[in-house]
């Protein structure tokens, strides 16, 4: 149940549900509102009402899909085991999704390549699935109670890397109000096509087609992307990305934009085909040698290095302001093989003023005892 706030006072139900369930699909949402299971103030109303400060929303018991309650718990693991990630294809040594940092409001998860953050289909294997049947073994009293893991925010399937989830009510809303008021830095690495500037600021608004890509356009929503390049050789170029907005597809539409789409993207690459790390048979340096080879891009090459917080806010929710994930071995293998080292993770987001002193390690593993989920509501 969710009571509306003086901030979403006057939002159409639909896009009230968008902010207030970050986890579920925009496709769920919709079916939810069809069949008139989302209820305001105890009557069932459909994506046209404009909610009121003070409303209570909810969605009506009983309804099992997937996209909205989750899969059924599994039995509890062993100690320290956890289930296999479903969506993690064998032997391409990605590994499964892992619990990196948790306090007792947030867990920080590091999501691999080829799985959803949050299913669009019932049924689909998905990071947020995965984490609810590791309720029982996240939560000594088992499960989340009244509060699922809520989804703060997305990545692509393809792309891997840092995810926040929240443990409490309060903790959501905590950073769900961060994540809008952009006061969460996001940091990626991609490596890109074409030898790219030594820093840059992209800000063409993005507008969805479609067929589900972002393109520029005058009437689309503001986005504006941050870089900086790390390395570079004559057909390509590792840069640290910081997305200052949260659009869709926002890190990958900007830069194919500017002329340096993300190697191994088959929806923003060079329509030309010429993406250099998806292999060209006939070149013979290893930026052009066939992808079966080893040396092209092994997927989407993307990946979410770090989180940061701001001061204040990272310590309310007992975290570090700065949380850093390796770069997802199948990548750093391929740098490797391109002959270039795994960049040390940046002193502080690009345009961001560092703190006084060191920041706090990130990304050490959590133990398999984790806190309690804290008792605010």
């Known amino acids: 149940m969710h009571i509306v706030g003086e901030a979403e006072h006057r939002l159409r139900l639909d896009r009230f549900l968008y902010l207030a369930r970050p986890d579920l699909s925009r496709r769920a949402i919709e079916r939810l509102l069809r069949s008139g299971a989302v209820r305001v103030d105890g009557a069932a109303r459909d994506a046209r009402h404009f909610v009121k400060r003070g409303e209570r929303v909810e969605i009506a018991a009983g309804w099992g899909d997937e996209a909205v309650a989750g899969p059924a718990p599994i039995a509890r693991a062993g ?4 289930p296999p990630c479903p969506a993690a294809p064998a032997g391409d040594g990605s590994g499964g999704p892992r619990i990196l940092l948790a306090s007792a409001g947030v867990l920080v998860i590091a999501k691999p390549p080829g799985l959803t953050t949050n299913p669009a289909l019932r049924g689909e294997p998905s990071l947020l699935a995965w984490l609810r049947e590791q309720a029982p073994e996240i939560t000594p009293a088992g499960g989340f109670g009244a509060h699922p893991p809520g989804l703060l925010h997305r990545l692509d399937r393809d792309a891997s890397g840092l995810v926040f989830f929240s443990r409490t009510p309060a903790a959501h809303r905590a950073l769900l109000a961060a994540f809008r008021v952009h006061d ?14 030594g820093e840059g600021v992209c800000d063409l608004p993005l507008a969805r087609t479609p067929r589900g890509r972002m393109l520029p ?5 503001p986005a504006l992307t941050r870089f900086e390049r790390l390395r570079a050789g004559p057909r390509a170029s590792l840069l640290r990305v910081s997305p200052r907005t949260g659009r869709m597809h926002q890190i990958r539409a900007h830069l194919a934009a500017l002329g340096h789409p993300v190697a191994g993207d088959p929806l923003y690459g060079d329509p030309r085909g010429g993406d250099p790390l998806h292999g060209d ?7 052009h040698r066939d992808p079966r080879g080893g040396l092209g891009a092994p997927r989407l090459w993307l990946h979410a290095e770090r989180l940061a917080l701001p001061i204040e806010l990272a310590a309310r929710l007992g975290l570090p302001p700065f949380i850093d994930c390796p770069l997802w071995p199948d990548l750093a293998a391929h740098l490797a093989a391109l002959g270039w080292s795994v960049p040390r993770p940046a002193a502080s987001p690009p345009g961001t003023p560092r703190p006084d002193g060191e920041a706090p390690p990130g990304g050490e593993r959590a133990p398999n005892a984790l806190p309690p989920p804290s008792a605010e509501d």
């Not at 100690?79 to 956890?82: E, M, N, V």
């Open 281 to 287: 048979p006939r070149g013979g340096d290893p930026l």
């Open 79 to 82: 100690p320290g085991a956890s």
């Open 184 to 197: 969460v830095e996001r940091v990626y690495l991609a490596l890109v096509c074409g030898r790219a500037p």
């Open 217 to 221: 356009r005058a009437d689309g929503l």
